[in-house]
């Protein structure tokens, strides 16, 4: 099956629907299928080759953070091209509302269309807004995915229809293989907390994660804090007290090697977000490589834990519920290696092979219902807009 999957963020900057994109991709490829993605990124970078760029993404606040999007003429121009040259069977398109190179997509192509829903805000002005443009488009839809139900029920509440709910991927045997490093590993009297996440963005969680540092400390005053991710460090430091601060190490960026490793080393992985999460692939992630997971008490990281069942929550944005949590998990050895244990068979219903089998599942659904619809004799300009054409009027049966 030959796959055109468009990423509306770009690429060269981390995150959650990019990893996805990637490592969907990269699995696909493996399986022996032909894929080729269309996003944002600098036309300067070492590109993966499946990889065609959309042109230079601006950044633009969106959902509670800053998202890297591209549109525009000249963006415009190479999603057609790109679409003619690809010829796919199905076109993939994420986030398929984001004003990026996902809805000139969308407008573009007359290929199936699967999308997936990644974003869960049942708040958002902007989709309300936006859908009596984009209704003509949205039906070009065949199949809908949601990764997870948060999404799903924003997805119901905006757009109407319904998603199937397909997770996210993690490649858990790369997580499950990490080995813990000395300098990151804890021991009773002086236990390592890991925090990962864009430090400047405050629905992350560091403020709630810093401010329960504090009496975190009282009880265990040689504890250290772990934070990975980008931002600003200096102002970081300067909104935390100098004795959290002195217990805090800054990893900046770091990679998914190291990033494994830090997660197989900690004592907890704390997640103390406090919206805008639809799934929470990083939960995931720490429980594959046998962190215990400590996280705010979110719908969607309710949902990936599994209630406290592999987990521990608290109350989101509140330090002294988070010190409660994370405290009473270092004062219970016994807790802990359960939570390990629990965590990874957890994480093995996410790992790619699953995920992709039922991906995979919607695209052959799909095209075969674009098939059976292309016989349905339709004239004129609207029917060209919202209907797929059969896949072998592009010259691929």
Known sequence: MKVGMVCPYSFDVPGGVQFHVRDLTEYLLGLGHEVE???????????????????????????????????????????????????????????????????????????????????????????????????????????????????????????????????????????????????????????????????????????????????????????RLLIAGPGDVAAARERMSPQVGAACTFLGLISDEDKAALFASVDAYVAPHTGGESFGIVLVEAMAAGAPVVASDLAAFTAVLDGQANGRLFTTGDPDSCAAAVLGLLGDDAERARLRSAGQQRARRYDWPVVAAQILAVYETVTQTADAAADVEETGLWSRIVRPRRRSEGGRG
């Open 37 to 223: 993605v269309l996003a944002p990124a600098d036309d300067d970078l070492d590109l993966p080759a499946y990889l065609t760029s959309s042109g230079r993404a601006v950044p633009v606040r969106y959902n509670g953070s800053v998202a890297r999007l591209t549109f525009g003429p000249v963006t415009s121009a190479r999603t057609t091209r790109w679409l003619e040259q690809g010829d796919f069977d199905v076109v993939h398109i994420h986030e398929p509302v984001t004003p990026s190179v996902s809805v000139l997509t969308l407008w573009a192509t007359d290929a199936p269309v699967v999308a997936t829903f990644h974003t869960s805000n049942l708040r958002s002005r902007a989709m309300q807004a936006a859908y009596p443009l984009l209704r003509p488009s949205l039906e070009k839809i065949v199949g809908r995915i949601a990764v997870s139900e948060a999404a799903r029920r924003t997805v119901t509440s905006h757009l109407g229809g319904d998603a199937v709910v397909i997770p996210n991927g993690v490649c858990v045997d790369d997580f499950a293989r990490a080995e813990a490093r000395d300098e990151w590993r804890g021991t009773p009297s002086a236990p390592t907390l890991a925090f990962l996440g864009r430090i400047d963005e405050p629905r992350k969680g560091l403020p709630v994660i810093s401010a329960a540092m504090e009496r975190i400390l009282r009880d265990r005053p040689r504890a």
